[in-house]
């Protein structure tokens, strides 16, 4: 849930339009909870909240990348796309990863640790092809079981909540993207 003094910043838009207060409104007189979308419970009404810093987006590698840039044991590799994390069959220790760049097969080996963050779609395929999962279905697909592991790639659930709703309302109090996009806005914001 929230933290504070992290490197990425959570919360939601210093802007609100009359509108958002008004559907989080309804939703608690209809007796829904007004939430905190980032909090235990999730489901209810709630303002979005986004990552942005300053009234910017801030990405993950403007959060972890960019302090982090000049490190020495820092080596950050565009246009590469990992296939596998190796992984030790008797230790079961992650030792380091290989990864496709320019149509070539690489190698790197972690002196530490192995952190995976490719997503909810893309980690638990990525341990999946590493020979971490449902024993049955790696062995489906040839791929050596390092541990069985029942429950990987089950039950994906990504950006569950509804979004992308349109009313039309008889006031201009809505954010429409013509009344945004114009020469004092952009001066405003930078």
């Not at 979308?37 to 709630?46: A, D, H, P, Y």
């Not at 069959?89 to 963050?117: L, M, N, T, W, Y």
Request: net charge positive; charged share 20%.
């Amino acid at each position: 849930y929230h933290s504070t003094g992290g490197y990425l910043t959570v919360g939601e838009a210093p802007f609100h339009t009359p509108l958002a207060a008004t559907f989080v409104q309804a939703g608690v007189e209809m007796g829904y909870d007004n939430r905190d979308i980032n909090g235990e419970k999730q489901t209810g009404f709630m303002i979005a909240q986004g990552t942005t810093r300053r009234g910017s987006r801030c990405s993950s590698a403007k959060a972890f990348i960019r302090p982090a840039r000049l490190r020495k044991n820092l080596d950050v590799t565009m246009n590469a796309f990992v296939t596998k994390v190796l992984i030790d069959p008797v230790s079961k220790i992650a030792f380091g990863v290989e990864f496709i760049k320019d149509k070539q097969i690489h190698r790197v080996r972690a002196g530490k640790e192995v952190i995976v963050s490719g997503g909810s779609v893309n980690s638990p395929q990525l341990l999946m092809l590493s020979g971490v999962g449902p024993k049955a279905e790696l062995m489906k697909h040839g791929i050596p079981v390092i541990q069985d592991l029942v429950g990987v790639g089950e039950n994906l659930q990504d950006h569950i909540a509804l979004g992308g709703l349109t009313f039309m309302i008889n006031q201009p109090v809505a954010i429409v993207e013509s009344r945004l996009h114009t020469v004092s806005s952009l001066m405003q914001y930078a």
